[in-house]
């Protein structure tokens, strides 16, 4: 007699994943302490305000660039080792920003920290696919993007303390706190075999070919492509601008990113386990729907007729919904894309045009946007934005839905011989 379904909320999640939640808490938080100081430190080589930006974009665009290396280089040599290199390479990085000497030195050393970026991030996907029990998926990834938000929200603030000290010490503790990050997984996941290996002792890989044969993989990179343009690109380089023209005060503009992520963050403390209960595809289309029709009404804040406190409120009521939609996205598509690739295969490569869609988005997204509001202004450019997300609804309205109920005990990796 088959045994009835586990319920997803029983579903023990490994250890191994708790070590990689803590891991990603602190380099969170490290990454959250130069984020603010970094404009600020590439004005101190007497650059301006464009040259600055760019040392922003670099590192984004060294991640897209490398992340199909990413992706061989875990295929090839498996995901703790690529981990703890990348984790090292952006320490090193870091450190070596720090001590920049000028403006060339600065945009070498942060672009170098991508290239470290992207293959811990990937290879952080590959454990999450490998060691999440099937239909405790979303809730694992709900986990993990809480603790990158978290961490995410509280850098920012030891980064403004830290500051004070000088612009170059938040680059030191964020090498600090990777070096940590690093010690901590070498150690928790030591003797963990994470490269699922056939009958013949060779390791099995998913092929990017196979997976685009998947509607639900398509469904996926059209989804992570809208949501990259518009939760990584749009919100954290438009979003702010607009909040400034409505009122020009330091605040409003930190404010309003600030609701955004409150409304993430309460979404994902239930959104992995809906996901996990109703299926990915109800979440991501919602998720959409919802991010998409806030994000492209932002625009009304700046109508004439509104009064400078109505406008506020529309601005902060609209952010918050659009972090929820945002939180019922994220867990949903990382979920989907696990399910393709199973636990028995590795998926380096189909997992790193996974992270290419979305970091191309974002990358896109500020460019597109905004030459869409210096033309036409903020509310047509919001209301592309809002249109982008929708469009990215539509090969989800064709795919299966991917979670399969069925009764699985905790994943629990092998050991090396």
Known sequence: MTPPPIPPDRITIPREIWILVGAAFVIAIGFGIVSPVLPAYARSFDVGVAAASVIVSAFAFFRLVFAPVGGELVSRLGERPVYLAGLIIVAISSFATAFAQSYVQLLVFRGLGGIGSTMFTISTLTMLVRLAPPTARGRVSSTYASAFLIGGMIGPVLGGVLAGWGLRLPFIVYGVALVIAAAVVAVGLRGARLRPVDSQGQREVMRLAEAWRSPVYRAVLASAAANGLTNFGVRL?????????????????????????????????????????????????????????????????????????????????????????????????????????????????????????????????????????????????????????????????????????????????????
């Open 237 to 417: 380089a438009v979003l702010p601008l607009l909040a400034v023209a409505v009122l020009d005060e330091p605040w409003v503009a930190g404010a309003v990113l600030a609701a955004g992520a409150i409304g993430t963050a309460i979404t994902l403390q239930f959104s992995g386990r809906l996901t996990d209960q109703v299926g990915r595809r109800p979440l991501v289309i919602g998720g959409l729907v919802v991010m998409g029709l806030s994000m492209g009404l932002l625009g009304v804040a700046q109508s004439p007729g509104l009064s400078v406190g109505l406008g506020l409120a529309v601005l902060f009521a609209l952010s918050l919904v659009s972090g929820v939609g945002a939180g019922l996205v994220n867990p949903a598509q990382q979920a989907a894309v696990s399910d393709v690739i199973g636990r028995d295969r590795s998926g380096g490569r189909v997992l790193s045009t996974f992270q290419m869609a979305q970091d191309g988005g974002a990358i896109v997204g500020p460019i597109l946007i905004g030459l869409v509001a210096d033309r036409f202004g903020f509310g047509p450019a919001f209301a592309v934005t809002g249109l982008v997300c929708l469009v990215g609804v539509l090969p989800w309205l064709a795919a299966p839905e991917p979670l399969v109920h069925h009764a699985t005990p905790p994943a629990q990796p092998d050991t090396e011989d």
